[in-house]
């Protein structure tokens, strides 16, 4: 009896275990190349994985924009700090490298009053100088074109709260425009918009660019960064314990802080599960126009914008004149599901459709790159950057809803100004420290958010 119950004991052991290891091996695996256009057209040497056990100050898992920007601040405030970053797949295989190309202000939608509204605007004005005086700095080009960007107007009934919402940014300082129907098609080429909110700060930049710009900035200040290194887990403390994988072997990092910058991917980490939901969305770049037709286009001003439907579409005309276009489309999986299994040459078409109908001059265009990115969502649609546990040494910032191009390297400042105990300023707006709303568990997660996906898409086509 006792033996039978030896036996069974240790088979489910066994079985748990293997069980538990194929999880993470397929967690791993789960991390898909980057084959978006600006990976293509951008390529970067890749850094040897981990291959010792290290005792570290602080430790940054992820090695997108918040990652990198967490690691040079940290490494520029504290040059004696050891730091290291562990990034699963390569630099920029996230988010960060496969984005829309759209650089973008904070924006608040809701605001206690007018001082933090505009404090809040212009921290993430700077933020924008400093990548360009990074660039300049280092010399190193990343298509960073800052002059400005649009919000299109797609419903007639939104004119009067667009209208407002300008003025009252007017009120607090922050010079945004509002244009009616006329000067945005004068402006933007396409009469497809009731009007536009323009922000003559934010712009456009290469997304694979700007990884290589933050990942020079960082070793120069002395950063080691570790790629094709996941880490699998951690267990807090004063001392915090991190299991990294890499050449097939696991590896022993002891940590006095840890940052996470893992957005969309943080709950594989074990953290957030229920704050912080991945979302699939697709982007896609046409061949480049022809002289011939960007003089019909007419899209003068070259200005990106996104527009105001609920799965917004977003433009960007690159230097080399393609057009990069995403949105109308989002999915979510199973258990915050990292895979993507939908079907991206029936999105292109889509997204093609909606490129025509924008610019009918464009009918015969092809798409040359397409590919899918996961966004990092929350219930409220605010960002967050703070830092938590017992011990008060994980940082974290994350959650940036599809706007996080420039906030998430801003969150990199904020970081290390949090680490120092220095002021940054962004202590003092709206969303310091949001306390994320709770996802409901599954099954509700997955059936609640695939029925609003499809309410929404009806909705952005009645
Ligand atoms: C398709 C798409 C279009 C977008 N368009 C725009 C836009 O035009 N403008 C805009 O402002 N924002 C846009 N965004 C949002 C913006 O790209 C992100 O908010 C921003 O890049 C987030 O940067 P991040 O470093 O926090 O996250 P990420 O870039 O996602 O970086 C997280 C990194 O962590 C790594 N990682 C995850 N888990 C682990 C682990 N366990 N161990 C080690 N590493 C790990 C990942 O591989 C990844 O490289 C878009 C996002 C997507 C997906």
């Not at 390569?90 to 829309?100: Q, V």
């Not at 456009?204 to 960064?225: C, D, F, M, Q, R």
């Not at 008060?392 to 990199?412: E, P, R």
């Amino acid at each position: 009896m006792k033996k039978s119950f030896l036996f069974l004991s240790i088979s489910s052991l066994v079985i748990f275990a293997s069980l538990f290891l194929s999880c993470q091996k397929v967690y791993i695996e789960k991390f898909s190349d980057n084959d978006s256009y600006w990976a293509k057209t951008k390529t970067m040497s890749v850094n040897p994985a981990l291959n010792t056990d290290l005792k570290v100050d602080v430790a940054i898992i992820g090695g997108g924009y918040t990652g990198l920007s967490s690691a040079y601040h940290l490494a520029k405030m504290n040059p004696d700090l050891k730091i290291v970053v562990f990034e699963a797949k390569t630099l920029g295989s996230g988010a960060s490298g496969r984005h829309g190309g759209m650089v973008l202000s904070s924006l608040l939608d809701e605001y206690s009053d007018n001082e933090t509204f505009k404090w809040t605007y212009d921290l993430s004005v700077n933020n924008m100088k400093f990548i360009d005086s990074l660039s300049e700095a280092l010399n190193m080009e990343c298509n960073l074109v800052l002059n400005g960007y649009c919000e299109t107007i797609f419903r007639e009934d939104d004119v009067k709260e667009y209208k407002e919402y300008v003025q009252e940014a007017n009120q607090a300082g922050i010079p945004l425009e509002f244009w009616d129907k006329q000067k945005t098609k004068e402006k933007l080429g396409t009469d497809l918009y009731y009007g536009a909110m323009y922000d003559p700060n934010g712009g456009s930049v290469h997304a694979v660019k700007l990884i290589k710009l933050l990942k020079t900035a960082a070793e120069n200040e002395g950063v080691v960064i570790y790629e094709n290194s996941p880490v699998v887990s951690f267990s807090e403390g004063e001392i915090i314990k991190l299991s990294v994988e890499a050449n097939e072997r696991n590896f022993k990092v002891e940590a006095n802080n840890i940052v996470v910058a893992t957005n969309a991917y943080t709950s594989k980490l074990g953290i957030l599960k229920n704050k912080i939901m991945p979302v699939h969305t697709q982007v896609a770049v046409t061949e480049p126009l022809t002289q011939a037709q960007l003089d019909t286009l007419n899209w003068e001003s070259r200005l990106p914008f996104y527009d105001s439907r609920i799965m917004l579409f977003h433009l960007v005309l690159t230097p080399d004149n393609r057009i990069v276009v995403g949105g109308g489309n989002v999915d979510t999986y199973w258990n915050n599901g990292l895979e993507y299994k939908g079907n991206i040459s029936r999105v292109s078409d889509m997204m093609l459709d909606e490129l025509v109908i924008m610019f009918p001059e464009l009918k015969g265009i092809k798409f040359e790159y397409v590919w899918n990115g996961i966004l990092g969502t929350t219930f409220d649609e605010v960002a967050t950057v703070g830092v938590m546990g017992d011990n008060k040494n994980i940082y974290y910032g994350l959650a940036y809803n599809g706007h996080g191009v420039n906030q998430s390297i801003m969150f990199g400042n904020v970081i290390a100004h949090l680490y120092g105990g220095k002021y940054h300023g962004w202590e003092d707006s709206e969303n310091y420290g949001y306390e994320l709303s709770k996802i409901p568990p599954e099954p509700f997660k997955f059936i609640g958010s695939n029925m609003f996906f499809k309410y929404w898409k009806w909705k952005d086509r009645h």
